[in-house]
């Protein structure tokens, strides 16, 4: 699409760059206006949010290089270049998760609560997100004859140009934006502390899941395709990662559920 917004003599500024940050902003912005609504210390939330930042940037390329490491052992400088694509959420998602739990031990927070304050805004985030990944041509689609098809025709994108794609960035891109807006009517209705994140970690690992059919770029698979008769086009490591998700945002909304109702 438009991988490059614009050049400024030797600095050269990525779309993709512009709407990842543009999206982060927005999330903390939310996230704030929330903790203030509830009561919890909005400092503490935008500390919170840069450290999910810089956790998630980190453990998201660390599982995409794990996966991919055959592509980075001739040039291990390749690593440090995330703005040209190779970011796995799940990775990030996880150290994220590490990270928020340490922090939120040392200062005294309540857990789910917390969770519930970001879970709309994570969610948003990815809309926007995604978007870049859009014009920067990674997480591209496969090849398709759909009427919604896209063609990448700027030479410095990431996807293959002059096919047909399946538009896989904005089907995650929506993804995110209807999961963000059912956390939002939600929250009206909310029962119990937790209800929003693990309701989130459900819808995104089925949304997800789904996306993961129309890839077509090169993330790794956890099962190799044709390696089951049952399972021909394979398993990807997201794919792979949103089974269990699955089942333990399912355990713990009946868990947390029961224990308000003691």
Not at 84 to 102: D, K, P, R, S, T
Not at 207 to 221: L, P
Request: proline content about 4%; overall charge positive.
């Amino acid at each position: 699409m438009h991988p490059i917004l614009f050049k400024i003599g030797p600095i050269t500024i990525y779309t993709y760059g512009v709407l990842i940050a543009a999206a982060f902003f927005l999330a903390v912005a939310l996230a704030v206006r929330q903790a203030r609504i509830e009561g919890e210390d909005p400092q503490k939330i935008m500390d919170l949010s840069f450290y999910i930042l810089l956790s998630a940037i980190i453990g998201s390329r660390l599982l995409y290089v794990a996966v991919e490491f055959k592509e980075y052992l001739s040039d291990p400088i390749k690593i440090l270049k995330v703005w040209e694509g190779g970011l796995v959420f799940y990775g990030g998602f996880i150290m994220a998760a590490a990270v928020v739990a340490v922090y939120i031990r040392n200062h005294g927070m309540n857990l789910w609560k917390t969770g519930d304050i970001f879970a709309p805004s994570i969610a948003i985030g990815q809309g926007v997100g995604r978007l870049g990944c859009f014009f920067a041509g990674c997480c591209y689609g496969r090849e398709t004859s759909v009427p919604w098809s896209v063609v990448f025709r700027d030479p410095n994108t990431l996807a293959p140009m002059d096919v047909h794609l399946h538009p896989t960035q904005i089907y995650d891109s929506i993804n995110g934006f209807i999961i963000f807006t059912i956390l939002i009517v939600l929250r009206r209705f909310k029962k119990f502390e937790g209800q929003l994140f693990w309701t989130y970690t459900l819808l995104y690992a089925v949304g997800r899941f789904i996306v993961e059919i129309f890839r077509g770029d090169e993330r790794g698979f956890a099962i190799e395709p044709d390696r089951f008769a049952s399972l021909t086009t394979g398993l990807s490591t997201s794919q792979f990662i949103a089974i269990p998700l699955f089942a333990v945002s399912i355990v713990m909304l009946i868990k947390l559920s029961r224990r308000a109702s003691l």
